[in-house]
């Protein structure tokens, strides 16, 4: 498997405004705003479908027991709701 480059943050900023003729500080605004929304919609139990993209919701796990990593006594992992994103078929296919 080969490591990939990662794009910054900043790199993404630029993108992005060149783009959207936004400046770098209204994207990032707008990126903070859209976690805030999409995070506070998941809290509430919603879906949040960004159409181009793909869907945010949560899964509910079930409790389950795991060795403790330093001492390998078996503990108890308390059942939780986990964030996930899938990604949409049209943003799959062209990514492939």
Do not use: C, W
Request: no cysteine; hydrophobic share 40%.
């Amino acid at each position: 498997m080969t490591t990939k480059e990662a794009i910054t943050k900043e790199e993404l900023l630029d993108t992005l405004s060149g783009k959207t003729n936004l400046s770098k500080q209204a994207v990032d605004n707008v990126i903070k705003v859209l976690n805030e929304v999409v995070v506070d919609y998941l809290r509430r139990g919603r879906r949040v479908i960004v159409s181009p993209l793909g869907v945010f919701d949560t899964k509910n796990v079930r409790e389950k027991k795991a060795n403790h990593p330093i001492t390998g006594k078996l503990i108890k992992i308390p059942p939780m709701r986990v964030p996930r994103f899938r990604f949409s078929v049209g943003f799959k296919k062209a990514v492939r």
